[in-house]
């Protein structure tokens, strides 16, 4: 089955940085023919898409993270990783991946926590 193992959150000071990983297993097709997204979740909210790759590399944002995050891809390794620069509070959330649109499998996510 799919399985999504998302890494590399943790606690850092407002205007830190992160770099989180997403590999990929399981999938149905081959993990380059799938767009894929990054996902994150506030307490309390829905499930946002904050950043997406297509199939080609083309990346589109959230408009209010727009300047700060980059996603990109490794159709080699089956992973997906979003680099997050001058983190702000309304940053913190669990951080998902999955594929563009989502599949029904998620995975356990990633803790962001941007606190002084």
């Known amino acids: 089955q799919v399985q999504l193992v998302e890494s590399g959150g943790g606690l850092v000071q407002p205007g830190g940085s992160l770099r989180l990983s997403c590999v990929a297993s399981?999938?149905?097709?081959?993990?380059?023919?799938?767009?894929w997204g990054w996902y994150r979740q506030h307490p309390g909210s829905q499930r946002e898409l904050v950043a997406a790759i297509s199939v080609g590399n083309v990346a589109q944002y959230l408009d209010s993270v727009e300047d700060r995050f980059t996603i990109s891809r490794d159709n080699d390794k089956n992973t997906v990783t979003l680099q997050i620069v001058d983190l702000n509070p309304e940053d913190t959330a669990i951080y998902y991946c999955n594929t563009r649109p989502y599949g029904p499998a998620w995975g356990q996510g990633t803790q962001v926590t941007v606190s002084s």
């Open positions: 399981g999938l149905s097709h081959n993990f380059r023919n799938y767009a």
